[in-house]
């Protein structure tokens, strides 16, 4: 059996006898892309003559099934379908001269979390802003589904094309996001509506007062209406505000994956140490690797209306309470 490295090189060298005709002249390469949280994923390219654009199909999956047993020429079949059918979708999406065009690019943008700590190598090639453990990268969103996410990331290149600041890119996604309506639910109707059991209440609809939530629905999601990539919406201002309007006051961010984010009001019964725990419990045994955004717990303090770090802003509020503890008059 071929370890990995072989394996890559097996499909570039030989995914030519299971392509049509057309591709006979295709330039063919292996790439290695820094994703989320810094993970390396091999790539190949297979590029048609006349093409400008050309989707990289990533070959860790299809190692993983030859491992498993499945055939290298069945493992070839499928690369070449997803190739001659994703070739195509690609083609049919990113129109001629789209990327140069901002004001095609603004209703496609979206905001995308990622741990800061986690993700230098990442963020280094692609704009990005730096808010304390989190930072947001933009994407050009061409596809947002379960079933296929097919996106690129807005670089400092872009920007100097389109002749504008990261400060406007970052208000224009602002916008972005919220023309496709995040969604606030709780955490009960969320996993109802995953299963595709109905659509719950929608607490972004409207500035919904706290006690509209009633008991037992205090703990909501957050994400997108795809549900994918939907945690970058905890870093939009606009929905911060409003998830504070819903709760009346400051709340915790759990960060349950890049797909959503869970959030409940600081109430005073719960701590920074008792959610850290059990977030980072949860993202060893039940979040996928890839989809992982952080360990990380955050409070959005109305105070100074910011995400912060939970232990920070707990230190933080204790040295602020007055102390008449125990005292007598």
């Known amino acids: ?7 890559y090189e097996n499909v570039k060298e030989s995914i030519g006898f299971f392509l049509p005709m057309e591709y006979a002249h295709a330039q063919i390469s292996l790439t290695t892309q820094v994703k989320h949280n810094d993970m390396e994923r091999t790539g190949i390219s297979i590029r048609l003559p006349n ?3 050309c989707p990289i199909i990533y070959l860790d999956d299809y190692f993983r099934q030859y491992q498993a047993g499945t055939g290298i020429d069945e493992v070839m079949q499928q690369i070449a379908k997803v190739r001659t059918g994703q070739g195509a979708l690609t083609a049919e999406l990113i129109s001629p001269g789209l990327i140069s065009d901002y004001e095609q690019v603004k209703p496609m943008l979206q905001m995308r979390a990622y741990d800061t700590e986690k993700n230098e190598k990442r963020l280094e090639g692609i704009v990005h802003h730096c808010f304390g ?28 094309m389109w002749g504008i600041t990261k400060k406007r890119l970052h208000d224009d996604t602002i916008l972005s996001d919220l023309s496709k309506e995040p969604v606030l639910m709780d955490i009960g109707a969320a996993m109802f509506s995953v299963m595709g059991e109905g659509e719950g209440k929608n607490y972004l609809d409207k500035d919904t007062p706290r006690e509209a939530l009633g008991p037992g629905k205090e703990l909501m999601c957050l994400t997108n209406a795809e549900k994918v990539n939907g945690a970058g919406l905890i870093l939009n201002s606009v929905v911060q505000e409003k998830i504070a309007q819903v709760f009346g006051g400051s709340y915790f961010v759990l960060p349950s994956s890049i797909h959503e984010v869970l959030v409940l009001p600081d109430d005073g019964s ?12 949860i993202n060893a045994t039940m979040v996928n690797p890839e989809d992982l955004l952080s360990d990380k717990v955050q409070v959005y303090d109305v105070g100074s209306r910011k995400l912060v770090n939970a232990f920070e802003y707990e230190k933080n509020h204790e040295k ?10």
Do not use: C, W
């Open 1 to 7: 059996m071929m370890n990995e490295k072989e394996f």
């Open 51 to 53: 093409e400008t654009v």
């Open 133 to 160: 453990d989190y930072s947001s990268g933009y994407a050009i969103v061409l596809n947002n589904s379960p079933e296929r996410t097919m996106s690129v990331m807005v670089t400092p290149a872009m920007l100097e």
């Open 270 to 281: 719960h701590t920074a140490k008792e959610l850290g725990m059990m977030v980072h419990e």
């Open 320 to 329: 602020n309470i007055p102390q008449t503890r125990g005292k007598t008059m």
